[in-house]
């Protein structure tokens, strides 16, 4: 009963570093998303694939970039750490319709120093 | 564009109080409509959801209706808990076309005993 599982949960990075987040869902989803949340900003969505094999800009793609490996897996990649990117991160996925429920994981809490 | 608003927090309340939560609409075709809670250092997860007007969804004691008139669908419950502390999200979801929901911006519910 995994859901949509992503790791790691905490990460402490130096500005410049770089990291992968992993995300896999077991839920034969279509569709797969990356959120950052911060206080007072709400849910922001980084890029998300609709299928798998294709992947698009969300509302703040800027130093991100994702890979959709195949239907399971969909990881986010910060090539150049900044302080700025300190937040928290949720991988989701639904089944390709957008009136499906969204399914999320449990958040990956990343801090840049 | 889609969207939706909903009211700002923090909402304070003690515990056997009524609760309401609003939320509004605006969107092009026909949503769904979802309320999403997200309890302290986890994930969103999906509370309830309403697919057609008048339609209500219900769950743990929480129930929304769909009104497209006003297009609106406001959060409600009887008899807060202090379990029920935690942010909820308003969201909606579009058929034929786009796979990206659209969420608010989250209303943290702080219930005290």
């Known amino acids: 009963n995994a859901g949509v599982t992503q790791t790691p949960k905490f990460q402490v990075l130096k500005t410049g570093q770089s990291m992968t987040l992993q995300c896999a869902q077991d839920?034969?989803?279509?569709?797969m998303y990356w959120y950052r949340q911060d206080p007072g900003m709400g849910l922001r969505l980084i890029y998300y694939s609709a299928s798998e094999g294709t992947t698009d800009k969300g509302e703040v793609p800027n130093g991100y970039n994702v890979s959709r490996l195949n239907k399971r897996e969909f990881s986010l990649r910060l090539e150049s750490a900044a302080p700025s990117q300190t937040s928290v991160y949720f991988c989701?996925?639904?089944?390709?319709?957008?009136?499906?429920?969204?399914?999320f994981g449990e958040g990956s809490w990343l801090t840049v120093v | 564009g889609n969207s939706v608003t909903q009211m700002e927090g923090p909402v304070t309340l003690s515990e056997e109080a009524f609760l309401t939560i609003n939320c509004t609409y605006t969107a092009t075709g026909y949503p769904s409509l979802f309320w999403y809670v997200q309890y302290p250092g986890e994930g969103l997860q999906l509370l309830l959801k309403?697919?057609?007007?008048?339609d209500k969804g219900s769950n743990k004691g929480f129930e929304a209706t769909y009104r497209k008139e006003t297009t609106s669908f406001h959060l409600e419950k009887g008899s807060v808990q202090v379990s029920d502390s935690a942010v909820y999200f308003c969201?909606?979801?579009?058929?034929?076309?786009?796979?990206?929901?659209?969420f608010g911006r989250g209303t943290s519910l702080i219930v005290h005993p």
């Open positions: 839920m034969n989803h279509n569709s």
């Open positions: 309403a697919t057609k007007a008048d």
């Open positions: 989701a996925s639904s089944a390709a319709e957008g009136r499906n429920t969204i399914y």
């Open positions: 969201a909606l979801g579009i058929s034929g076309g786009s796979y990206i929901p659209t």
